[in-house]
């Protein structure tokens, strides 16, 4: 065999050995992450109530249905009240987020992209579907923000929202005038 052909196959074989080292690799931690979100499942659980919980709150409040009146260029499945890294894996990285939103029936949406494109989106009807759906770092995320009471929530919403929310009062004030 011709000695250049042997170093360039030797090369590509020792090539070969590294991407399945590293695949394994992979593959023993993703096992590893899924068996520790399985056992935090009880206490995702009982963040996912409280954050469904501060939902009901939320919609409930007079500031937010204020918000939903006079926001009318906002998307309509709902309000974005979370957002950050990936939640329903690892964070994803660079250019990598994700948004939860509030649905008026109380539920929420999920949904993430990677720069500029949409990789994917969900419904999570009820706090089960939240625990099994979204890792405990997403939840505890959540959980705090949530914990910061519906004020909070309102104000970051109107921050997040203002040019939005400008166009709809301006919007129901040329009807009424």
């Not at 894996?89 to 509030?102: I, K, P, R, V």
């Not at 625990?131 to 910061?148: D, F, N, P, Q, W």
Request: aromatic residues 10%; proline residues 3%.
């Amino acid at each position: 065999m011709n000695e250049e052909l042997k170093k360039i196959r030797e090369e590509t074989e020792s090539a070969c050995r590294v991407q399945r080292k590293r695949e394994e690799q992979r593959q023993s931690d993703l096992k590893t992450f899924w068996a520790k979100e399985e056992k935090l499942l009880p206490e995702k659980l009982a963040m996912s109530k409280e954050i469904f919980q501060w939902g009901s709150d939320l919609l409930a409040s007079e500031d937010y249905q204020y918000i939903q009146v006079v926001a009318l260029f906002l998307p309509r499945n709902g309000l974005q009240v979370f957002g950050g890294g990936w939640g329903d894996c690892d964070d994803g990285g660079y250019g990598c987020y994700s948004s939860l939103a509030l649905c008026d029936n109380g539920t929420f949406h999920y949904s993430k992209s990677a720069k500029w494109a949409p990789l994917g989106e969900f419904s999570i009807p009820d706090p089960e579907t939240m625990a099994k759906s979204l890792v405990h770092r997403y939840i505890s995320e959540i959980h705090e923000v949530a914990g910061k009471g519906v004020g909070h929530t309102v104000t970051r919403i109107i921050e997040r929202n203002r040019w939005h929310i400008r166009k709809g009062i301006e919007r129901a004030q040329e009807v009424e005038g």
